[in-house]
């Protein structure tokens, strides 16, 4: 990965933490808007804004219902592994998404899911596969944490999870 593209990744990356965090970012109708962040082109000196990077925000009640009709590819971007929610197509480590687009659908308006253990992690992958040009993303919030207190299973999980 080149210089540029790291620089990149990082400031999406951040922007995708202070998302999870709460700061500076908008809800709208469960989307979920980071702060436009700045880069620095290649060539240039000048900072170019990049537009935010959107996805949606759903329930594990959600994530439930969307399970009986698939159509989608879940994926657990936790580290250090925790279990899986059953079904989950992938587990891509939630900073290396980029260097794993391969194993992610070509088409960018597939949907995706996407969730972690409590969603910090989710949040940053999820606004880097937006940013990405993904278009059709989902974050499960409150990860597995939230999956487990509503009543559902996970499949590998140690104690503590």
């Not at 900072?47 to 994530?63: F, M």
């Not at 079904?87 to 480590?93: M, N, R, W």
């Not at 391969?102 to 949907?111: E, F, I, S």
């Not at 995706?112 to 499960?140: D, H, K, P």
């Amino acid at each position: 990965m080149g210089t540029a593209n790291r620089l990149l990744w990082m400031i999406v990356l951040g922007s995708g933490a202070l998302a999870a965090c709460g700061q500076g970012d908008d809800r709208r109708d469960g989307e979920r808007v980071g702060e436009a962040v700045e880069r620095v082109a290649p060539g240039t000196e000048a900072p170019q804004s990049v537009a935010p990077a959107a996805y949606t925000e759903i329930t594990p009640d959600q994530l439930n219902e969307m399970m009986r009709e698939r159509g989608f590819v879940l994926v657990n971007v936790h580290v250090p592994h925790a279990g899986d929610i059953p079904g989950t197509d992938l587990s891509i480590p939630f900073d290396q998404v980029p260097a794993n687009l391969d194993q992610l659908p070509d088409d960018k308006g597939a949907k995706i899911v996407v969730y972690c253990r409590r969603g910090s992690m989710s949040a940053a992958a999820s606004s880097a596969l937006a940013f990405l040009g993904y278009t059709n993303v989902y974050n499960l919030t409150g990860g597995m944490r939230a999956w487990t207190e509503a009543g559902y299973a996970l499949e590998g999980a140690g104690e503590g999870t």
